[in-house]
């Protein structure tokens, strides 16, 4: 363990050579890349877990600390992540579980300290955040059995279940989706504000709205965009596109994201809108990238370059925009330690100070405004004078700084609960209620994703759309409801370039409207690995114990790539167990022939959905469902395993004498 937390401390230089090691802090921000982040400084606190939330946390004791920070050093080289937020969190837990347990040392934990640990996590987080905690705390324990710093091998999981958010019915999910998904209050007064507002800051945040609202961008992306972004072509049919140019977050290649021809005009009028407020301060950070000693000075007052000494008055007016407080010229000259001479009566500074001064306040790795993306200050779409979107402090007119994802959201009134004013409370939009409309722009993200899941749109299209690399991320931004799921397959009924299957057909001399009959036919809809089950349990119970393949109240949708992989995986497992199932009937053992049976049906099946999900011919959206499934209902078993009556099976007592409610029925063809 020593030699451990020796090598880390001073052999390796992650977070830089100079890194202050046994401070509680560690500022990472000019080594960790965090998009859209602005001028927020990213700090590493070793704090425990009780005082995490002080204004003066308490570190984590020695020799805990040391094995942790240690850690943290080691494992962002290994496995570098943005935000060790989770990683310090999990060691916030395990270091409260080993001072509870009152062993000597980190060396001395094991699986019972980790599920102390665990159960904390539990306690203090929910839903997703736990079990991402958790696992980061399974990584922790596999991290040190590997490299055998406990004094006994550690063999320990993660308890913390992923929570399973596929439920589309009920009060979670209408919770879990309302917090997902901006209010229709919402999504009618972003509209309103962006073509009524008149300050430039709502403007500026209604217009990046507009953005959002156009495809499901992250805010980090939006806020890396290029001045130049706009790209206009045309369609193969002649007609005109306008698209965006991205530069996605996750590892996608840069793209164009082509704007519906609706949205287009929206998008146009929004980048005008912004271009038109950002002007200026693009056209500072080009002054710098060209004269990087010399402070940029408007065109009437480039004469004050000749002076030596300037005047207070002189100061505030090279500094800031418009007019500001009498005392600001003095203040600022003393909070940037720019040193002030007395003469004749008056106070004056050196050019040569203030012009130091307000360079280095320019942003840090200034003239690039993201060097992971390669965008400069100066070719940025969104980049504003210091303090330009502040409500109560002067704009700087010689100095310029990014747009950050807080400001933004601030705006759109995630802060409203803490008094904060949004614009929508500028501009007197409220919920029906009267409460203060939040919206957070990750939630528009949402909002599309469940629009074009709805739509039918391929996931493969989905994933593409939203810049991700693994369409299995589609599953966390499909909020569509059970209702509009039934909906989708209630349409596809009769409708054979929609639906394969029976369902594709209505039946023949049917007395009841097509609507009619769909409603009847599929009443709910929930999901399942394969795809959606229309059974109606107010009637029955699953009458097939969950053997989805084998029913006909089972249907699928393609273009959902996860569940056509389920598909195909469970395809292999049928083969592997038929051929058990073969093996052993071969071997004579008593009822292995109706287990072959079974799973012969199972292949046949599973290899038909395949041929029809792995189909050009058949459209994305499409429903499936297959044919000639045998339904044998609870009655039938009854009948068939019945015990005898007056010497004969029930089956034949029913066919012989009908009950009174049956008598009477025609069951002919016509």
């Known amino acids: 363990m020593g030699e451990f937390i020796a090598m880390s401390r001073s052999q390796l230089s992650i977070f830089g050579a100079d890194l202050p090691f046994d401070d509680i802090a560690w500022d990472v921000t000019n080594t960790t890349q965090q998009k859209a982040r602005g001028n927020q400084r990213v700090r590493i606190y070793f704090s425990t877990q009780e005082t995490v939330d002080d204004r003066l946390p308490a570190q984590m004791a020695e020799p805990f600390v040391s094995f942790a920070k240690a850690y943290v050093r080691y494992m962002q080289g290994?496995?570098?992540?943005?935000?060790?937020?989770?990683?310090?969190?999990?060691?916030?837990?395990?270091?409260?579980?080993?001072?509870?347990?009152?062993?000597?040392?980190?060396?001395?934990?094991?699986?019972?300290?980790?599920?102390?640990?665990?159960?904390?996590i539990a306690e203090r987080l929910t839903g997703v955040t736990a079990y991402r905690v958790g696992a980061q705390l399974e990584l922790i324990a596999k991290f040190m059995s590997e490299h055998r710093l406990t004094g006994v091998p550690l063999a320990w999981r993660n308890p913390i279940k992923r929570p399973i958010?596929?439920?589309?019915?009920?009060?979670?999910?209408?919770?879990?989706?309302?917090?997902?998904m901006p209010s229709q209050a919402a999504l009618e007064a972003l509209p309103k504000a962006f073509h009524i507002s008149t300050q430039p800051n709502d403007v500026l945040f209604s217009s990046i709205a507009a953005i959002l609202c156009s495809a499901p961008d992250r805010i980090n992306e939006v806020l890396l965009l290029a001045e130049n972004c706009e790209v206009h072509d045309k369609t193969s049919s002649g007609k005109g596109a306008y698209g965006l140019r991205w530069q996605p977050a996750k590892g996608a290649d840069p793209m164009v994201k082509w704007v519906i021809p609706s949205m287009a005009p929206i998008v146009v009028e929004a980048i005008a809108k912004i271009r038109n407020l950002t002007a200026g301060a693009r056209r500072i950070a080009l002054w710098y990238e060209i004269n990087p000693e010399r402070l940029y000075l408007p065109q009437g007052l480039e004469y004050l370059r000749s002076r030596e000494l300037l005047t207070l008055d002189e100061i505030q007016r090279a500094i800031l925009l418009e007019e500001g407080a009498p005392s600001f010229a003095r203040l600022w000259c003393s909070a940037n330690n720019v040193l002030l001479i007395k003469r004749d009566s008056r106070v004056y500074a050196r050019f040569a100070d203030v012009e130091r001064a307000a360079i280095a306040l320019l942003p840090a790795g200034f003239p690039l405004l993201n060097a992971e993306v390669g965008i400069k200050f100066s070719e940025a779409l969104i980049v504003v004078r210091r303090n330009e979107l502040h409500s109560a402090k002067g704009t700087f007119g010689c100095v310029i700084e990014p747009v950050n994802i807080n400001q933004v959201n601030t705006a759109l009134g995630t802060r409203s609960k803490h008094g904060v004013e949004?614009?929508?409370?500028?501009?007197?939009?409220?919920?029906?209620?009267?409460?203060?409309?939040?919206?957070?722009?990750?939630?528009?993200?949402?909002?599309?994703?469940?629009?074009?899941?709805?739509?039918?749109?391929?996931?493969?299209?989905?994933?593409?759309?939203?810049?991700?690399?693994d369409v299995r991320q589609n599953e966390a931004y499909d909020h569509v409801t059970a209702?509009?799921?039934?909906?989708?397959?209630?349409?596809?009924?009769?409708?054979?370039?929609?639906?394969?299957?029976?369902?594709?057909?209505?039946?023949?001399?049917?007395?009841?409207?097509?609507?009619?009959?769909?409603?009847?036919?599929?009443?709910?809809?929930?999901?399942?690995?394969?795809?959606?089950?229309?059974?109606?349990?107010?009637?029955?119970?699953?009458?097939?114990?969950?053997?989805?393949?084998?029913?006909?109240?089972?249907?699928?949708?393609?273009?959902?790539?996860?569940?056509?992989?389920?598909?195909?995986?469970?395809?292999?497992?049928?083969?592997?167990?038929?051929?058990?199932?073969?093996?052993?009937?071969?071997?004579?053992?008593?009822?292995?022939?109706?287990?072959?049976?079974?799973?012969?049906?199972?292949?046949?099946?599973?290899?038909?959905?395949?041929?029809?999900?792995?189909?050009?011919?058949?459209?994305v959206g499409a429903v499936i469902q297959?044919?000639?499934?045998?339904?044998?209902?609870?009655?039938?078993?009854?009948?068939e395993d019945g015990v005898a009556l007056d010497g004969r099976s029930a089956k034949t007592h029913l066919e012989a004498s009908p009950p009174r409610h049956l008598k009477g029925i025609d069951n002919g063809n016509d």
């Open 78 to 120: 290994m496995r570098p992540t943005k935000n060790p937020a989770f990683r310090v969190t999990a060691l916030r837990a395990l270091d409260a579980a080993h001072r509870q347990s009152g062993r000597l040392g980190p060396v001395m934990m094991d699986g019972d300290t980790f599920n102390r640990a665990a159960r904390a």
């Open 165 to 180: 958010d596929t439920t589309r019915v009920g009060p979670e999910f209408d919770t879990r989706r309302s917090e997902k």
């Open 422 to 469: 949004s614009i929508f409370d500028r501009l007197g939009l409220t919920e029906p209620d009267g409460s203060r409309i939040r919206v957070s722009t990750h939630q528009f993200r949402h909002y599309l994703n469940t629009l074009a899941q709805i739509g039918g749109m391929s996931q493969l299209d989905i994933a593409k759309w939203s810049g991700r690399l």
């Open 483 to 619: 209702d509009q799921m039934v909906a989708k397959i209630r349409e596809s009924i009769g409708d054979q370039t929609l639906m394969f299957g029976p369902l594709a057909k209505l039946p023949k001399n049917i007395p009841i409207s097509r609507d009619e009959f769909a409603r009847l036919k599929i009443p709910t809809a929930h999901t399942t690995d394969f795809g959606f089950c229309v059974h109606d349990y107010t009637m029955t119970p699953c009458e097939r114990h969950a053997d989805c393949v084998n029913c006909n109240e089972h249907v699928c949708v393609k273009g959902d790539k996860g569940k056509a992989m389920m598909v195909k995986h469970r395809l292999q497992d049928a083969q592997e167990l038929l051929e058990r199932a073969e093996a052993a009937t071969a071997k004579g053992y008593y009822g292995a022939d109706r287990w072959m049976d079974h799973h012969k049906k199972t292949v046949l099946r599973l290899t038909q959905l395949t041929e029809i999900l792995d189909n050009p011919a058949v459209p």
């Open 626 to 639: 297959l044919a000639d499934v045998p339904v044998v209902s609870w009655g039938e078993h009854a009948l």
